[in-house]
C-alpha cells in the first residue's frame, strides 16, 4: 500500500496556493520550491549568502520531519534572481552537498518577489545517504 505524507510549515504561502513543503511516497520525497524566510521570525535576511543558508536550514527541518536528511537528497534545481549572485549561492550549495553530488539544475528567472534572492526545490530518496554509491567519470 502507497504511504504518503504531506508536510505543512504553517507558510501563509502554503495555505493561499494549497500546497505542502514536502510531499513524501513512500520513500520518493519531494520539496517544493524553498525561499529564505526565517520561520520564527518571518524575516528574509537581505544578503544573499544568509538567504541560502536560510534555505538551506528550512529544507533541513523539512525533511528531517519525515525522516529523512541532505545527504538522501539526490536532485536540486536552483533558481537565483541575479546572474551576478550565482558565484556565492554555488559556493554554500557545494558545501552543503560536497559528498551528496545531487544532479543539479541552476537558472536566473524572475522570481515572485525580489526580496528572494535564492530558491531551492529539491528531490530526495528516504535512504539514498546510506546507500552503496557507484561513481562514473566520463570524457565528454
Known amino acids: 500500500m502507497t504511504r ?8 501563509i504561502f ?10 513524501a511516497v513512500d520513500n520518493w520525497i519531494y520539496v517544493s520550491n524553498t525561499a529564505g524566510r526565517n520561520p520564527q521570525t518571518k524575516q528574509i535576511p537581505e544578503d544573499v ?10 529544507i533541513e527541518a523539512a525533511l528531517a520531519a519525515v525522516d529523512a536528511s541532505l545527504a538522501d537528497v539526490v536532485m536540486s534545481r ?13 559556493a554554500i550549495i557545494g558545501d552543503k552537498f560536497r559528498g551528496i553530488n545531487p544532479a543539479t539544475t541552476v ?3 524572475p522570481l515572485g518577489s525580489t526580496v528572494y ?3 531551492l ?3 530526495a530518496y528516504r535512504g539514498a ?7 562514473i567519470t566520463i570524457a565528454l
Do not use: L
Not at 504518503?4 to 507558510?11: E, F, H, L, Y
Open 4 to 11: 504518503i505524507v504531506k508536510v505543512k510549515t504553517g507558510s
Open 78 to 90: 536552483v533558481f537565483i534572481q541575479e546572474p551576478k549572485d550565482t558565484e556565492t549561492v554555488m
Open 14 to 23: 502554503e495555505e493561499k496556493a494549497s500546497y505542502s513543503r514536502i510531499v
Open 121 to 123: 526545490e529539491v528531490t
Open 129 to 135: 545517504g546510506a546507500a552503496e554509491v557507484e561513481e
Open 117 to 119: 534572492k535564492v530558491e
Open 107 to 109: 537558472t536566473c528567472p
Open 49 to 58: 549568502a544568509e538567504q541560502t543558508r536560510q534555505v538551506f536550514a528550512n
